[in-house]
């Protein structure tokens, strides 16, 4: 940029009174957008924006350092800011510059031809001015996005505070997770379940929990939100029963392992999250075998999808696991039971009793059904004869009444289906 002779820059001071106030009108012209935003402190903001910025490119003309050079950027970055928090684009402002930089340029032309600049002073004093105002739109741009960061950044805090609240035992106070859901910009859904998508142990995992749960939730759409809790990521899924729901968070889960507790009232998030963490516990050491919906037990812990709406490859759906469920919440409970109730088998030796227990677990599952039960141990129906002849000489009665039987397959799964450390 050309620097400018002190005569020739007194030449271009000479017109800044005036034009201020012509800039001003011409934006509340020329930009829609500003038609009615220039009273107030917002109007008197852009006016000192406007002053300073030709006060300031002057200087620059003039080989001057300029004055208050940081107090301008910040003007012009508050400018930026201001936009966003007024819920206006950037496009306005960035529109407002460029009127103000035609204004300015078609005055500073009639000033220099008068004052007797040569046409090579008058270009780059058109190619500078428009340099200066691609300068001074990168440092509005510049705040536009720190407010939105600041604001997004803001938003998200809140929203996990809310998760946090939501579960926390004993519950919030109904009033204050109200408040704290309009400080969030969240609605309150009628029902919601709570999803685990991580665990860990480590306090310093933290943030990554945050981020796991964070981006599932952004996956979910625009109600669900989430949060690392008690080293848990978790998120809340409203209205987890309706139409695609499930669908939806199996294919945002892309392949990880979560579990989805229970649809409750927003009250009782908690229990939502109590469910799920149990059973992403137990998926997680391969433990639901046999427990829940009638899952394969060499499976992992996860029941295949199918089309009646099971469970898919990486999502367990507590409710599909209530027995298992059942039996950690006393893991030593369960044991005892186990114990108890398979003790007529401790004095076999592993091979035989490893066979008895194969079939008596089929055998409960399928009573009185010899052919069924050989079909499923893939043996001859005499094989369970005999087996089922030396049970009962082990289990006695037992076998014939139905409340014992329950017990039995309820200590088979406690001792073999599911495990619990």
Not at 160 to 171: D, G, K
Not at 279 to 290: I, K, V
Request: net charge negative; with cysteine.
């Amino acid at each position: 940029m050309a620097t400018l002779s002190p005569p020739s820059a007194d030449a271009l001071r000479a017109t800044l009174p005036d034009l201020a106030d012509d800039i001003i009108a011409a934006i509340v012209s020329e930009v829609p957008d500003y038609a009615r935003a220039m009273e107030g402190r917002f109007g008197e903001v852009v006016r000192f924006g406007v002053t300073i910025a030709l006060s300031r490119f002057v200087d620059v003309l003039s080989g001057a350092k300029p004055k208050s050079d940081s107090q301008a950027r910040d003007t012009y970055v508050r400018l930026g800011a201001g936009e966003y928090r007024a819920g206006r684009s950037l496009d306005a402002l960035l529109a407002a510059y460029r009127v103000g930089a035609k204004v300015a340029w078609r005055r500073f032309v009639d000033a220099g031809t008068n004052a007797g600049f040569e046409p090579d002073t008058l270009y780059d004093l058109g190619a500078g001015m428009f340099a200066y105002i691609d300068e001074i739109s990168a440092e509005s741009a510049a705040g536009f996005a720190e407010a939105q960061s600041d604001a997004a950044g803001e938003s998200q805090r809140r929203r996990r505070a809310l998760v946090r609240l939501l579960v926390q035992e004993p519950p919030a106070a109904e009033e204050t997770v109200r408040t704290a859901a309009q400080a969030a910009g969240w609605t309150l859904p009628r029902l919601l379940a709570a999803v685990v998508a991580g665990e860990s142990a480590e306090p310093e995992r933290t943030d990554e929990l945050d981020g796991i749960a964070a981006r599932l939730a952004r996956r979910l759409g625009p109600g669900a939100v989430g949060a690392a809790v008690g080293g848990i990521a978790i998120v809340l899924l409203p209205d987890p029963e309706g139409p695609g729901r499930r669908r939806a968070l199996e294919s945002a889960l892309s392949g990880d392992l979560a579990a989805l507790g229970p649809a409750v009232v927003w009250p009782e998030a908690a229990t939502s999250l109590r469910r799920a963490s149990a059973a992403f516990r137990l998926a997680e050491q391969g433990r639901l075998g046999e427990c829940g919906g009638g899952g394969d037990p060499s499976s992992t812990g996860q029941s295949s999808a199918s089309p009646g709406g099971g469970s898919s490859a990486n999502l367990v759906v507590a409710v599909e696991h209530l027995p298992a469920l059942l039996l950690a919440a006393e893991p030593a409970l369960a044991a005892d039971l186990a114990r108890s109730r398979l003790a007529p088998l401790d004095a076999l030796a592993a091979g035989p009793r490893e066979r008895l227990v194969e079939t008596l677990r089929a055998w409960l599952d399928r009573p009185g059904q010899v052919q069924a039960v050989a079909a499923a141990l893939e043996v001859h129906p005499q094989t369970v004869r005999y087996r089922l002849k030396q049970l009962r000489e082990l289990f006695g009665e037992r076998l014939d009444d139905p409340e014992a039987r329950f017990e039995l397959a309820l200590a088979l799964r406690a001792a073999d289906g599911v495990r619990y450390t």
